[in-house]
T-cell receptor
Framework: AQSVTQLGSHVSVSEGALVLLRCNYS??????LFWYVQYPNQGLQLLLK??????LVKGINGFEAEFKKSETSFHLTKPSAHMSDAAEYFC????????????FGAGTILRVKS | GAGVSQTPSNKVTEKGKYVELRCDPI?????LYWYRQSLGQGPEFLIY????????DSGLPNDRFFAVRPEGSVSTLKIQRTERGDSAVYLC??????????????FGPGTRLTVL
């Protein structure tokens, strides 16, 4: 069975500081990995995804993530936080053997301080 | 274009009542997923459809939960004899197909179900 662990249910950074949200996964097959963002009272929006090829993937709003197989990690980063980045972020792995359903982590709430 | 829509946006019901939650996927998307998001948790898979058939319903918590997609487009999640523990946000997502694992799932805004 696949699983996702997000370290830190809450992360607080200052505006302009580096954002680092941690995600570790468990999968018996090569994973497809995703980061979604959820703004208050809105649906989940895809930030970026890793399928195959380049392990550093770039997404929307300046976010990027690096797939590290040896560490079973897919951490999300952004060089400089903006107030508008405040939201909840979810890491997910796709179960390709079972219809590509997504298995999500518990989420990390990002707070950006001015 | 239109995204995934879900109705109602909020539903308050009493314990023991029956509820139906509706999902309208993006036109042309053959795969449709239902997830449930409880407070403070990530979404959890319930069921997915490929076309009209439920290809995997392993996430349905018990036989009080049922979902249909009779014409391969709109889907309805049905919950019988609701319990307070069913209170959550129910999310629907659709994608082009499940044949390729990296197909993006597009999520609706969810239905917030509260069982009193």
């Amino acid at each position: 069975a696949q699983s996702v662990t997000q370290l830190g249910s809450h992360v607080s950074v200052s505006e302009g500081a580096l954002v680092l949200l941690r995600c570790n996964y468990s999968s018996s097959v090569p994973p497809y990995l995703f980061w979604y963002v959820q703004y208050p009272n809105q649906g989940l929006q895809l930030l970026l995804k890793y399928t195959t090829g380049a392990t550093l993937v770039k997404g929307i709003n300046g976010f990027e993530a690096e797939f590290k197989k040896s560490e079973t990690s897919f951490h999300l980063t952004k060089p400089s936080a903006h107030m508008s980045d405040a939201a909840e972020y979810f890491c997910a792995v796709s179960d390709r053997q079972r219809g590509n359903k997504l298995v999500f982590g518990a989420g990390t709430i990002l707070r950006v301080k001015s | 274009g239109a995204g995934v829509s879900q109705t109602p946006s909020n539903k308050v019901t009493e314990k023991g009542k029956y509820v139906e939650l509706r999902c309208d996927p993006i036109s042309g998307h053959t795969a449709l997923y239902w997830y449930r998001q409880s407070l403070g948790q990530g979404p959890e898979f319930l069921i997915y459809f490929q076309g009209t058939g439920a290809a995997d319903d392993s996430g349905l918590p018990n036989d009080r939960f049922f979902a249909v997609r009779p014409e391969g487009s709109v889907s309805t999640l049905k919950i019988q004899r609701t319990e307070r523990g069913d209170s959550a946000v129910y999310l629907c997502a659709s994608s082009l197909n499940t044949g390729v694992g990296n197909n993006e799932q597009f999520f609706g805004p969810g239905t917030r179900l509260t069982v009193l």
